[in-house]
C-alpha cells in the first residue's frame, strides 16, 4: 500500500560519508606508511593515496556542502549525518599519530555541519585501537557543536568490537549521550573471495559488519551497557541470516546458554541498522525480523555504490504509515539524539 502523505518525506540519513578536499602534512619525525593524502584527479574529482597508492577517487560532493544539500531532496532526505571514509579511521596507526588526523577531520565535519546544521550533523572519529585516547576523543566531538555520536569500525585490527577491552569506551558513549554507528572495516575473509578489488565492498563488508553485530550479542554488550544507542552499517550484513541458527544454538548448546545471558533474538532487537539493503523484499525481512523501530536511512552517499533511492525504497515496501514514518526518519531522530523538529 502506498503512503500518500509520506510521498515527500524528508528521510533523515545516519550513513553518508566525508573526505576533506585536502587532508592535513604529518606533524612529526616519522611519517607512517599509512599517512593519507590528497591528489588531483580529473574534474571535480581527486584520489585518496594511502601510501603511494591509490585507495579511491572521490568526488568534491564529498567535501562541497552546497552540492551535498542540492542532492538530498532527490534522495527524498532533510538530513544527513556525516561520517568520515572509513579507511580514515586509521587503526593501523600510532594512536597518537592518529589522533592528529582524526582531530583535523573532526574539525572539518564540524566546519561543514557549521554551513547548514538544519540538515546536517557529525558523527565523529577517534582513535579505539588505545581506548583512553579514544574517550578524549569523543569527549572533544561531544563538547563540540553539531556532534551526535561517532563512527567506528567494525573491528579494530582484527579484534571485534564486542571484545570486552572496549567497554570502558562504550560506558563513556553512554555516560555522554553520544550514538555509535558501526561500518564494515577491514573485513576478514578477503582471501576467499574471488575477482575484482570491488567485491570487498560487495560480498566483505555485510560478512564482517554481521560478525561485529554478532560479538556484540555474544559478550552481551546491550545488557551491560542497555542505555547505548549503537547502530550497524548495510543492514546488519550478514547478522539476519545467522540471527535464527544462533538463537538456536543458545537453545541447544549449554555453553551458550550459559556465556549469553539474554537470547539472541531479544538482544539484537535493541540494536540499530541502517536500511542499505538495495531490495525492497530484504528491508521487508529486516523489518519483520528486527522490528520496525530499529530501521533507519543509510545511503552511502556520495559513493558510487550507494543508495539513490532510499525513502522511496521504505514506501514501496508497503509499511503502514507509522512504521514507514519511523524508518524514514523517526527512528534515526531518536538514535541520533535529536529535539522532534517536524
Known sequence: ???NNLK???GTDIHAHVVPATLPSYIGDRLPSAWPSMAPAHECHRHVMIGEKVYRTVTDKCWDVEKRLA???GLGLGMQALSPMPELLSYW???RDAQQ????LNEQIAEMVAIQPSQLLGLGAVPLQDVELAITELRFLMQ?????GVEIGSNVNGVPIGDIRFDPFFEACVELGAAVFVHALKPTGMDRLIGP??????LAYPSDVGLAAASCITTNLIARHPRLRIAFSHGGGTLASLLPRLEQGWQVFPALREAVTESPMAQARKLHFDTLVFDTPTLRHLVELFGGSQLMVGTDYPFNFHDRTPVQRILAAGFDE???SALAYGNAERFLGLEVYR
Open 101 to 104: 588526523l582524526l582531530r583535523y
Open 1 to 3: 500500500m502506498q503512503n
Open 93 to 95: 596507526m600510532d594512536a
Open 322 to 324: 507509522a512504521t514507514a
Open 144 to 148: 563540540t557543536p553539531g556532534f551526535a
Open 71 to 73: 542532492d538530498m531532496p
Open 8 to 10: 515527500n518525506c524528508c
Open 197 to 202: 578489488a570491488p567485491l570487498q565492498q560487495v
